[in-house]
């Protein structure tokens, strides 16, 4: 007859050096996500009413999505709206600006919106989308 060797098999063996590499992973995870009370900044935001500011004190300008910039409800050029700015600087002791644009305003004509209004004199902007 026939003689069959028994041959042993290995034990399995969970390899443990992958796991723990994920095991310590995650705990820096959740150790830089994990929000701790007096960690984050107090803020008091303003009421809605107590925010009321009049647009004539406002030097608002708009560009909507065809291109087209207006200063205060006024159909400007670009090419004039350093000079119209200015003039507007001039009347005024604030020289803050907020722009306003639409949705799909192309980023170039933006751009270009604040470089002329600094030019013109602005030193504070704000945004409005």
């Given at each position: 007859?026939?003689?069959?060797?028994?041959?042993?098999?290995?034990?399995?063996?969970?390899?443990?050096?992958?796991?723990?590499?994920?095991?310590?992973?995650?705990?820096?995870?959740?150790?830089?996500?994990?929000?701790?009370?007096?960690?984050?900044?107090n803020?008091?935001?303003?009421?809605?009413?107590?925010?009321?500011?009049?647009?004539?004190?406002?030097?608002?300008?708009?560009?909507?999505?065809?291109?087209?910039?207006?200063?205060?409800?006024?159909?400007?050029?670009?090419?004039?709206?350093?000079?119209?700015?200015?003039?507007?600087f001039?009347?005024?002791?604030?020289?803050?600006?907020?722009?306003?644009?639409?949705?799909?305003t192309?980023?170039?004509?933006?751009?270009?919106?604040?470089?002329?209004?600094?030019?013109?004199?602005?030193?504070?902007?704000?945004?409005?989308?």
């Open positions: 007859m026939f003689q069959f060797e028994i041959r042993k098999k290995k034990r399995f063996k969970a390899d443990m050096a992958p796991l723990i590499d994920v095991v310590f992973l995650l705990l820096i995870f959740f150790m830089l996500t994990f929000a701790l009370p007096g960690q984050g900044m803020l008091d935001l303003p009421n809605k009413s107590s925010t009321v500011v009049s647009d004539q004190s406002q030097l608002i300008v708009r560009i909507d999505n065809f291109g087209i910039i207006t200063v205060n409800d006024e159909v400007i050029a670009l090419g004039v709206l350093i000079d119209k700015l200015r003039d507007e001039d009347q005024r002791s604030d020289k803050s600006v907020s722009i306003e644009t639409a949705n799909k192309a980023y170039d004509l933006f751009v270009s919106v604040i470089d002329k209004a600094r030019q013109a004199g602005a030193n504070e902007f704000s945004l409005i989308m």
